[in-house]
């Protein structure tokens, strides 16, 4: 059983920063891509950042320049920067990975959500 377990969510002012962390553990032979997801209240979940196993990005318009996705491989942990937050960033933080189960065959799984409020 793979498990995702974020941590760093939270309360911060407008302005701010906060870092988000998602471990990966469990049996499995490799993690392939992972990502950071959001859903605000009311709306739908959307794609925040993706990061490969060579640490290729890919980010959403409106976070470019102000969060960066990275991995420790050796950690199995995908980490996002978040800087010059703003209100419209509150949202529950969903981080999500492949990961490989056999030569043939690659799965996904969830994590639990970390909450982060930006007040104003």
């Known amino acids: 059983q793979v498990q995702l377990v974020e941590s760093g969510g939270g309360l911060v002012q407008a302005g701010g920063s906060l870092r988000l962390s998602c471990a990966v553990s469990g049996s499995m032979i490799s993690i392939n891509d992972m990502g950071w997801y959001r859903q605000a209240p009311g709306k739908q979940r959307e794609l925040v950042a993706t990061?490969?196993?060579?640490?290729?990005?890919n980010y959403a318009d409106s976070m470019k320049g102000r969060f960066t996705i990275s991995r420790d491989n050796a950690k199995n942990t995908v980490y996002l920067q978040m800087n010059s937050l703003k209100p419209e960033d509150t949202a529950v933080y969903y981080c999500?990975?492949?990961?490989?189960?056999?030569?043939?065959?690659?799965?996904?799984?969830w994590g639990q959500g970390t909450l982060v409020i930006v007040s104003s």
């Open positions: 999500n990975a492949e990961y490989r189960v056999s030569p043939y065959e690659n799965r996904g799984v």
């Open positions: 990061i490969t196993t060579s640490s290729t990005t």
